[in-house]
């Protein structure tokens, strides 16, 4: 009788772009679309996860269409004095 064989899934690879640090070989960066990654922050924010303390000073890179925007937001989002 076979036995079941069990496999991690990491989820699909062919969207993602993988790039090795060239010193450890290990894998230290994944893009991703942001549709992807919004929806699990939103609700960790809003669940007031602790595990997002752990990467508060992470840097992340945006396109500059997407930081502008984000700027132009931050500053019309402001109350009214």
Same mark, same amino acid.
């Given at each position: 009788m076979l036995r079941p064989q069990l496999r991690v $899934? $990491?989820?699909p690879q062919e969207d993602e772009q993988l790039e090795q640090s060239p010193h450890s070989g290990v894998t230290s960066v994944v893009n991703v679309p942001l549709r992807e990654?919004?929806?699990l922050l939103v609700d960790a924010v809003r669940s007031k996860r602790t595990w997002l303390k752990d990467f508060e000073n992470e840097e992340i890179t945006l396109s500059l269409d997407l930081y502008e925007v984000l700027l132009a937001y931050q500053h019309y989002r402001r109350p009214s004095a």
């Open positions: $899934y $990491y989820g990654v919004l929806p």
